[in-house]
């Protein structure tokens, strides 16, 4: 079955406390993003990357980090979370336009 | 001004409701024009997807692009309870690098 497996679901954590989530797919696509999406604004991309250690930056990327080191892996790093980062959170992997999303993180920084 | 809008709703309709779904937009590189359905708790899955300007129908969902006026549609026949989620319309340049969401509508049908 096709996957993007993201983990974990649900964190809470306090402010400057590095993080990372984790995200995996099973479809052999080259191109990974990462996605916020916050009440009223939709979903805005903060990373993308086009295959292995190639990554670069979508529309939000302050404070954060990612890696490409595998192609079935795509990490979200927050090296010092902070309270406007609380968001729910989504990795995705795409071919030829269509996007398959993990099922989100829900991060809550204090 | 947002590259894309959509009204956030909510639109509550009953069922059996025809439900139309609307996006503007404002950037005229966009090529690819889809559609995504979000249930609570869950992530965006791909609903619609279409090239260009044109129709295109799949069951009792119709997806709409009017290039010249810079605005897409989404209509939903004959409505279902299990239609109740978000919709999301997003869009692509030609090199399917730069996928831009709407905000997303919140959809209703009350059986």
């Known amino acids: 079955e096709a996957q993007v497996t993201q983990n974990p679901r649900y964190l809470i954590t306090v402010t400057g406390k590095k993080l990372t989530v984790t995200c995996s797919q099973n479809?052999?696509?080259?191109?990974m993003s990462w996605y916020r999406q916050d009440p009223g604004l939709g979903l805005r991309q903060i990373y993308y990357?086009?295959?292995?250690?190639?990554?670069d930056k979508g529309d939000v990327p302050e404070g954060y980090k990612v890696s490409r080191k595998e192609k079935r892996n795509f990490p979200l790093i927050l090296e010092s979370p902070s309270p406007n980062q609380t968001s729910l959170y989504f990795c995705?992997?795409?071919?030829?336009?269509?996007?398959?999303f993990g099922q989100g993180t829900r991060l809550t920084v204090v | 001004q947002k590259e894309v809008e959509q009204d956030p709703g909510p639109l509550s309709v009953p069922e059996g409701a025809i439900v139309s779904l609307n996006c503007t937009y404002s950037?005229?590189?966009?090529?690819?024009f889809m559609w995504y359905r979000q249930y609570s708790r869950k992530g965006p899955e791909l609903l619609m997807y279409?090239?260009?300007?044109g129709n295109k129908e799949d069951g009792r969902f119709t997806a709409q692009v009017d290039k010249s006026s810079k605005y897409i549609s989404l209509f939903i026949r004959d409505s279902q309870p299990s239609d109740s989620a978000t919709y999301l319309c997003?869009?692509?340049?030609?090199?399917?690098?730069?996928?831009?969401f709407g905000a997303g509508t919140i959809l209703r049908v009350k059986s």
């Open positions: 479809m052999n696509h080259e191109y």
């Open positions: 995705a992997s795409s071919a030829q336009n269509e996007a398959f």
């Open positions: 997003a869009m692509d340049n030609e090199y399917g690098n730069k996928l831009v």
């Open positions: 279409t090239y260009s300007s």
């Open positions: 950037n005229s590189a966009f090529q690819y």
């Open positions: 990357s086009m295959n292995v250690e190639v990554t």
